[in-house]
C-alpha cells in the first residue's frame, strides 16, 4: 500500500521555545479520511526534544541538540494525545475504506419506450478572449474500438435530452442512445467512463446505466440525478461560476502561471467534504459543481473542477484513477509545453497549502499514491465487476522541468551567507504579495540544508525572515510559522503567519 509521506514542522511560540525548545510535525492524512475535522489539516506531533530555529532569535538561547533532526521522510501519521497533551505519531494511520471516486454501475432496468417527455437543457461551458479554449478529449482518442467512439459521440448527442418526470429509481431518463452495433458490456462501460472523463461540465449525470439490445442494435440508457428545470439551474451556476474565474485571471500568462492561478482558487474557494466521501446520497461534491458552485468536494471533485478550468484556459488535464491510503483516489495530469504531469489539487490543499504534489513524475507520486492500471491492459471480467479503478489515458509523466519547486522556489545552496542577500530578496518579494505558503528548492544535501535553516545552527530562516519582513513591511509572527519537506523534489513550503 503506498502511503503518504509529508513531514510538517510545526514551530511553536517564543514563549513555547523558552520552556520545551521542541519542534512539532505534523501529518497530512489521506483524501478519503472521514472524520469529523479533515485530517489533513490537523494532526501534529513531538518530535525530540531538538531546538526550533526560531530560538537562534532570543539571543544567545540554548539549543539542545536532536538526536535525529527533521523528520524528512514521506510516511504518512495519525497522532494520539500524550500525557502532556501534544501528539504522538504513529506510522500506521486508521483507514475509512471509503473512496473519493464514484463508480459507474449497471443497474436492472426495464428500458422505457423512448416516447417519455423531454426537455433540452443548455449547454454548460464558459470561454474567455483571454486563452483559447482546449477540447479535453484524450479518452476519447484513447478509446480503441470504433463501436466505442461511435457510441461515445451518441452520449454526447444525446447527454442533455433529459426526461421531465423520475422514473422509479428515482431517476430522470437521458434520451435512448442508440446504436447500429451489438457492443459488449466492457465496450459500454469503456465509451462511458471516457465521455465522462472528457466533460466535467456534464455533472448530471447518474453513476448508473442500462443496456440492452434490440436486433443488431444496442441501446444505453442513461440517467439525469436532476430534472430538466434544475439542470438548467445549475448549468447557469457553473457557467457563472468559471466565467468569473476566467475574467479575473490576467492576460498574458505563460501555461504554468495559468495552472498555478487555478491551482490557487481551488485551494482558496473549496474545503474537502468529509461527509461525502462513501456517501452516495452526497453527489455534488464529486462534480466540478460542487467544488465551483457549492464550494465542497472530495477529491473527484476537486479533479473535475480543475480539468474543466484547466480546458477553458488553454491547458491539457485529463484525470488520473488511483488510490492514496489504500483507498480510491483521483488527481490531474496536466501538460505544459510538450511534457505531462501529475497534479494534485485535494492532497495539496491543506491548513498550508503545499506543493509536494505539484507538477511531479510518476517515479515521484508513486512515493505515495497507487496509479490505477489502463483499461487496455485490463480483462474484460475485471473492467465489467467495476472493482478496479482503471484509466482510458494515462501520460507518461517523466519530466521535472515544470516541478513548481524547480520554477517558483526560492533556490537555497549555501548557508555561510554569500546567499543570504539573494534568499532575502525573494522572500521579501514574496511577503509583498501576501503570500502565505513560499516554497524552496533546496541544491545539494538537503537533510544538511533544511537542519541549517531550521533546527540546527546557523538557524538561517530565522534571519532570513526578519530580514525580509523589514524589506517588505510586512510584520511577521515569526513564532507561528510553520513547513513541510519534500525531499523528493528537493522542497520545502514555508507557510508565514502575518501579523
Known amino acids: 500500500m503506498n502511503r503518504r509521506l509529508l513531514s510538517l514542522g510545526k514551530i511553536r511560540s517564543i514563549a513555547a521555545v523558552l520552556t520545551a525548545a521542541a519542534v512539532l510535525t505534523a501529518s497530512l492524512a489521506g483524501c478519503s479520511s472521514a472524520s469529523a475535522e479533515r485530517q489533513r489539516k490537523a494532526a501534529s506531533g513531538a518530535l525530540n526534544n531538538v531546538a526550533s530555529w ?6 544567545g538561547a540554548s539549543s539542545p541538540k536532536s538526536s535525529s533532526g527533521i523528520a524528512a521522510s514521506r ?35 426495464v428500458l422505457p419506450s ?83 472523463d472528457d466533460h466535467p461540465q456534464v455533472f448530471w449525470l447518474a453513476q448508473a446505466y442500462s443496456y440492452g439490445r434490440q436486433g443488431g442494435r444496442t441501446i444505453l ?9 434544475q439542470c438548467d439551474t445549475a448549468i447557469r451556476k457553473l457557467n457563472s461560476a468559471v466565467s468569473s474565474v476566467l475574467r479575473s485571471m490576467p492576460a498574458g500568462l505563460n501555461p504554468f502561471d495559468r ?24 453527489w455534488q461534491p464529486f462534480t466540478s459543481y460542487g467544488a465551483l458552485v457549492g464550494g465542497k468536494a472530495v477529491c473527484e471533485g476537486y479533479s473535475r473542477a480543475m480539468q474543466l478550468l484547466a480546458g477553458c484556459a488553454g491547458i491539457l488535464c485529463t484525470l488520473v484513477r488511483g488510490s492514496g491510503d489504500g483507498v480510491g483516489h ?71 522541468a515544470e516541478n513548481y519547486f524547480r520554477v517558483k522556489g526560492i533556490p537555497v545552496s549555501a548557508l555561510n551567507g554569500s546567499g543570504d542577500e539573494a534568499v532575502v530578496k525573494a522572500l521579501a518579494s514574496e511577503l509583498k504579495t501576501g503570500r502565505k505558503s513560499i516554497a524552496f528548492l533546496i541544491h545539494g544535501n538537503y537533510n544538511g540544508t533544511v537542519a541549517g535553516m531550521m533546527t540546527a545552527s546557523p ?4 534571519s532570513w525572515l526578519r530580514s525580509a519582513e523589514k524589506q517588505a513591511g510586512k510584520p511577521l509572527n515569526i513564532g507561528a510559522s510553520s513547513y513541510v519537506t519534500d525531499p523528493a523534489d528537493s522542497g520545502l513550503t514555508l507557510q508565514v503567519v502575518y501579523r
Not at 475485471?382 to 501520460?395: E, H, K, M, R, T
Not at 538557524?459 to 530565522?462: E, I, N, P, R, S
Open 259 to 282: 495552472e498555478e492561478y487555478l491551482f490557487r482558487y481551488l485551494a482558496d474557494h473549496c474545503v474537502y467534504d468529509n461527509a461525502a466521501a462513501g456517501n452516495p446520497g452526497r
Open 75 to 109: 510516511k504518512s501519521v495519525s497522532s494520539s494525545k500524550d500525557g502532556a497533551g501534544l501528539s504522538k505519531s504513529s506510522s500506521s494511520p486508521s483507514v475509512s475504506g471509503k473512496s473519493d471516486v464514484q463508480t459507474v454501475k449497471k443497474i436492472p432496468a
Open 114 to 196: 423512448g416516447s417519455a417527455s423531454s426537455k433540452e437543457v443548455i449547454r454548460a461551458g464558459a470561454s474567455t478572449a483571454k486563452y483559447a479554449a482546449v477540447v479535453q478529449n484524450s479518452s476519447y482518442l484513447h478509446l480503441l474500438s470504433t463501436a466505442e467512439k461511435e457510441l461515445y459521440q451518441r452520449i454526447e448527442e444525446n447527454v442533455r435530452r433529459i426526461a421531465v418526470e423520475k422514473n422509479v429509481l428515482g431517476y430522470y431518463p437521458i434520451r435512448q442512445i442508440s446504436v447500429a452495433d451489438r457492443l459488449t458490456e466492457t465496450q459500454v462501460r469503456l465509451a462511458l467512463t471516457a465521455y465522462m
Open 54 to 59: 526560531i530560538a537562534s532569535s532570543l539571543g
Open 330 to 400: 483521483m488527481w490531474n495530469a496536466v501538460r505544459i509545453g510538450s511534457a505531462w504531469y501529475h497534479l494534485d489539487v485535494t492532497w495539496s490543499d491543506n491548513a498550508i497549502l503545499i506543493y509536494n504534489y505539484y507538477n511531479v513524475s510518476d517515479s515521484v507520486i508513486r512515493q505515495t499514491h497507487g496509479i490505477g492500471p489502463t483499461a487496455s491492459s485490463l480483462s474484460d471480467h475485471v473492467i465489467d465487476g467495476g472493482a478496479v479503478q482503471f484509466n482510458i489515458f494515462l501520460p507518461s509523466c517523466s519530466s521535472t
Open 221 to 229: 440508457q442513461l440517467y439525469s440525478v436532476d430534472s430538466p428545470e
Open 459 to 462: 538557524y538561517k530562516m530565522a
